[in-house]
C-alpha cells in the first residue's frame, strides 16, 4: 500500500472531537472526515478497517443520536455515513474497539456498556446498516465490558476479550462466539503474573487456529514482574 487510514482522538479545532485522516508515505495528512459530537459521533477511539471500494468503516465511543456512540463509514467521496447509533439499551452502547468487515460486507464488534445488564454486547451490521446483536454479557461467569475489537476465523468463530468478571481474583477473559451465538470462556485471567490480568487489547489469529494478546497486571501488590504479559492461547 501507499497510504495508511487511519483516526485520532483529537484535532486542531477547538472542539475536539477527533477526525478520520490518510497518511500517504512522505508525510503529508488528509483529513477525510471530522467529528462534530453531534449525529455523526465523537472520540473515536480504535482504528479502522478498508474495504475494495475504498470506503472505511470505524466506532465513535461518543455522540451520535443518543449520546452512547456510532458505527460509521466514510466513503472514497469523503461522506460520511453513520450506520447504527447506539442507544446503551438492548443494542449496546459506548463502543471502544473498532470493526472487522467480511467478504459479505457485514461488520462485526463490541460495545463496552448496553445489553439487558449494562455489560456490553457482541454485534453484527449489516451493508444496508440493520444490527443483530450476536451476545449480551451478563458479568457473570460470561465477563463483561469487551474493550477492544474482535477477530474472526474462516467458519465465522469470533474472538476477543473482556475486561470484567464475577468473582475475587478474576479480571477478564479471552472468549470465542460462534455462529450460533455459543459464549466459550477460553481463559480468565487473574490478578497477578504471569498470566496478567485486564487484557484491554483483543487478540490476533494465526493460520493454526492460535490466539496472541497482551494483558496488564493489577496495580495493588508489589509482585515482581508485575508489568503485564504477552501471552499465546492455543
Same mark, same amino acid.
Do not use: C, M, W
Given at each position: 500500500?501507499?497510504?495508511?487510514?487511519?483516526?485520532?482522538? *483529537?484535532?486542531?479545532?477547538?472542539?475536539?472531537q477527533g477526525v478520520v485522516y490518510k497518511l500517504d508515505l512522505s508525510?503529508?495528512?488528509?483529513?477525510? *472526515?471530522?467529528?462534530?459530537?453531534?449525529?455523526?459521533?465523537?472520540?473515536?477511539?480504535?482504528?479502522?478497517?478498508?474495504?475494495?471500494?475504498?470506503?472505511?468503516?470505524?466506532?465513535?465511543s461518543g455522540g451520535g443520536a443518543n449520546?452512547?456512540?456510532?458505527?460509521?463509514?466514510? =466513503?472514497?467521496?469523503?461522506?460520511?455515513?453513520?450506520?447504527h447509533s447506539f442507544t446503551r439499551g438492548a443494542d449496546g452502547g459506548i463502543p471502544i474497539g473498532g470493526?472487522?468487515? =467480511?467478504?459479505?460486507?457485514?461488520?462485526?464488534?463490541?460495545?463496552?456498556?448496553?445489553?439487558?445488564?449494562?455489560?456490553?454486547?457482541v454485534f453484527e451490521i449489516d451493508p444496508a446498516g440493520n444490527e443483530t446483536v450476536l451476545y449480551s454479557f451478563t458479568g457473570g461467569t460470561d465477563g463483561a465490558e469487551p474493550y477492544a475489537g474482535?477477530?474472526? =476465523?474462516?467458519?465465522?468463530n469470533l474472538y476477543g476479550t473482556n475486561t470484567a468478571r464475577s468473582g475475587f481474583a478474576a479480571s477478564g477473559d479471552a472468549f470465542k462466539l460462534d455462529p450460533a451465538?455459543?459464549?466459550?470462556?477460553?481463559?480468565?485471567?487473574?490478578?497477578?503474573?504471569? =498470566?496478567?490480568?485486564?487484557?484491554y487489547a483483543g487478540v490476533i489469529l494465526d493460520s493454526g487456529g492460535n490466539l496472541y494478546g497482551t494483558a496488564t497486571t493489577y496495580e495493588c501488590c508489589n509482585v515482581p514482574g508485575g508489568g503485564g504479559s504477552v501471552y499465546?492461547?492455543?
Open positions: 500500500t501507499t497510504e495508511i487510514y487511519t483516526l485520532s482522538l *483529537h484535532d486542531a479545532l477547538p472542539i475536539y508525510g503529508r495528512e488528509t483529513v477525510l *472526515h471530522t467529528f462534530t459530537g453531534g449525529a455523526d459521533g465523537a472520540l473515536p477511539q480504535a482504528g479502522v478497517v478498508r474495504d475494495s471500494a475504498g470506503t472505511l468503516y470505524g466506532t465513535t449520546g452512547y456512540g456510532t458505527v460509521y463509514k466514510v =466513503d472514497s467521496a469523503r461522506n460520511a455515513t453513520v450506520l470493526v472487522i468487515l =467480511d467478504s459479505n460486507g457485514n461488520l462485526y464488534g463490541s460495545t463496552s456498556r448496553g445489553g439487558p445488564s449494562d455489560y456490553g454486547v474482535l477477530v474472526r =476465523d474462516s467458519a465465522g451465538g455459543n459464549l466459550t470462556i477460553l481463559y480468565s485471567f487473574g490478578f497477578s503474573p504471569p =498470566d496478567g490480568s485486564y487484557p499465546k492461547l492455543d
